[in-house]
C-alpha cells in the first residue's frame, strides 16, 4: 500500500498524465484521418464506470465508442538488480457499437518501454520533475497506439 501511495504522490506531484489519454486522441485522430470517421468534441468526460451500456448512455450519439482504459502503470527495480528500473505499461483498448454497446475489437497492450540492456536508476527516472519516465510512458503509448492499430483496428 505505501508503493502505491508513493506512486500516487509522484504521478500528483511531477504532473504525469495518464497515457491512456494520449493513446485516445492518437486513436481518435487517426481513425477520423484514415476511415473518415467523425470524432465528436471532447466532452472530457472520463467514465467511472467502464461498462458498454454505461458508455453507450454517456455518450450519447456516438456510432462508436472508444475505450480506453489504464490496466497498470508502474516502474520497479529488476529482482536481479535492485539499482536499475523498467517500467510497465498496460492498458485496454475497446472499440464498442456506440448504440447497442456490442464490443467491436478489443486489445491489450502490454509494453516495457526501457531498454533491458541499459536501464535507468530510480533517481534518473525521477531527476528533472520525471522527465524520463514521462518520456518512457510517452514510448510506451506509441508503442500501442501502433499495436492496436496493426491487430485490431486495422488502420
Known amino acids: 500500500m505505501a508503493m ?10 511531477e504532473s504525469i498524465e495518464d497515457p491512456a489519454i494520449e493513446i485516445s486522441q492518437h486513436l481518435a485522430n487517426d481513425m477520423a484521418a484514415k476511415r473518415s470517421a467523425t470524432v465528436l468534441p471532447a466532452s ?4 467511472t464506470d467502464d461498462n458498454p451500456a454505461t458508455l453507450v448512455k454517456m455518450y450519447p450519439g456516438a456510432d462508436v465508442i472508444l475505450d480506453v482504459k ?5 516502474y520497479n527495480y529488476y529482482p536481479s538488480n535492485w539499482g536499475k ?3 510497465n505499461y498496460a492498458a485496454r483498448v475497446r ?3 456506440g448504440k447497442t454497446g456490442a464490443l467491436v475489437a478489443q486489445q491489450l497492450c502490454k509494453i516495457d518501454p526501457t531498454d533491458p ?3 535507468p536508476t530510480n533517481d534518473a527516472l525521477r531527476a528533472d520533475h520525471a522527465a524520463l519516465l514521462k518520456q518512457f510512458l510517452h514510448k510506451a ?3 500501442c497506439v501502433s499495436d492496436v492499430e496493426q491487430q485490431a483496428l486495422r488502420v
Open 4 to 13: 502505491i501511495s508513493a506512486g500516487n504522490e509522484l504521478v500528483k506531484s
Open 44 to 47: 472530457h468526460q472520463i467514465a
Open 70 to 74: 489504464t490496466i497498470n502503470w508502474m
Open 85 to 87: 528500473y523498467h517500467v
Open 95 to 97: 472499440l464498442i457499437d
Open 117 to 119: 540492456n541499459d536501464p
Open 141 to 143: 503509448a506509441n508503442s
